[in-house]
């Protein structure tokens, strides 16, 4: 069996924002040589995710007003409990939650398996500093 593993670093300039990571995974499937496996791409800190969507500026702009509205920013300890602890990024962690933490896809004759549209996409909702993202890639 081969594997591959590797962690990507990302510093979105902006508190949430949304980054296709597709073609860097891609690239990484290739490097591995796997011709038949999976792909696990995992976001390594709390308030950041990685999930699968369409790649349609839209959408990500109805993805942060949705989110906005679920779990709206308030650095105040007196709105979420959590920014008791001199934190402000409660509202990070729950809009996380909410868009997962990893992906798997499948890797079929050395590349990855998509439905239409589908895009792997870095989510940050805490943004200003690098934050990691785990690949590992197994297979034959």
Known sequence: MKSLT?????????????????PTVAELVEE?????????????????????????TGLHRDYAKW??????????????DHNRTGEDN????????????EVVVAITDGRLDFGPWEQIFYGEFDGRR??????????E
Do not use: W
Request: hydrophobic share 40%; net charge positive.
């Open 6 to 22: 590797r962690h990507l670093t990302f510093t979105l300039p902006q508190r949430m924002g949304f980054e296709n990571i597709t």
């Open 32 to 56: 591995s040589g796997v011709q038949e496996g999976l792909c696990l791409v995992n976001a390594m800190h709390i308030t950041a995710s990685v999930f699968i969507n369409d790649d349609e």
């Open 67 to 80: 989110l906005e509205r679920l779990a709206p920013f308030n650095a105040s300890p007196s709105v979420y």
């Open 90 to 101: 409660a509202d990070a962690h729950l809009k996380r939650q909410v868009m997962g933490r």
């Open 130 to 139: 690098p934050k990691r993202v785990l690949v590992k890639i197994i297979g």
